[in-house]
């Protein structure tokens, strides 16, 4: 099983429409949890992070942890071509010797006008 | 505000010579995170160092790969006798402290060939 799970995709939505990404994890240790942008031949950039159950909300980006069910999520909405990406998800235990962030594989998104 | 700086940006080697990248981090910012990017698959952590420090080498092959951060000038990861299955994208992030955001440098992609 691997530490951070996602559906690689593609996740296809029309413009205008909400894209929900997933991701889960099996260290229930975990404290930390980003969401990272990367566009094609790019760097990963961050979108959102999150330490607490519930829901954060950044303009049209929310993302949404439950660490009973080892979950995390991010919508995205009124969705733009300009979001069409690859969305990765990233996990930090919450040991206090490293900082190092497990990734999953990543969600391709394609948003078609 | 510099992001974090990664060079060279495109490195092609022979195999069995050596790579050299660098990287400098964010002003203000002591946390350096080394990651590859295989062809097609996710990023995986290397190393996570300070100033002077290995901290956690986890993620490094135990062979040909090592990685500073000395007190002065730039984190470096070094690859002796480079073999094709070392073409990768290679992404260093830093951090103000443990517990904070990573931010990734544009990534040097090495080709071997």
């Known amino acids: 099983q691997k530490e951070v799970e996602q559906n690689s995709g593609p996740l296809s939505v029309p413009e205008g429409a909400i894209a929900s990404l997933n991701c889960t994890y099996s260290?229930?240790?975990?404290?930390?949890f980003f969401w990272y942008r990367q566009y094609s031949g790019k760097s990963p950039e961050l979108i959102m992070s999150i330490y607490s159950n519930g829901d954060k909300e950044d303009g049209r980006f929310t993302a949404q942890l439950n660490k009973a069910s080892q979950y995390v999520s991010l919508l995205i909405r009124d969705s733009q071509p300009s979001d069409s990406a690859t969305y990765l998800c990233a996990v930090k235990r919450g040991s206090s010797n490293t900082g190092k962030l497990i990734f999953g594989q990543g969600t391709t998104l394609q948003v078609k006008p | 505000n510099a992001g974090v700086m990664q060079n060279p940006r495109h490195l092609v080697r022979r195999r069995g010579q050596e790579a050299r990248l660098r990287c400098s981090p964010m002003k203000g910012h002591s946390h350096v995170y080394w990651y590859r990017q295989l062809p097609e698959e996710g990023l995986k952590f290397m190393v996570y160092?300070?100033?002077?420090?290995?901290?956690?080498e986890s993620g490094m092959p135990k062979e040909r790969f090592s990685a500073e951060f000395p007190k002065e000038g730039p984190s470096i990861l070094r690859i002796q006798q480079v073999v094709r299955g070392d073409s990768a994208a290679y992404f260093c992030?830093?951090?103000?402290?443990?517990?904070?955001?990573?931010?990734f440098g544009p990534g040097t992609r090495l080709l071997v060939l």
């Open positions: 260290d229930r240790g975990s404290q930390s």
């Open positions: 992030a830093s951090s103000q402290d443990i517990q904070e955001t990573q931010y």
């Open positions: 160092l300070q100033k002077e420090n290995i901290i956690d």
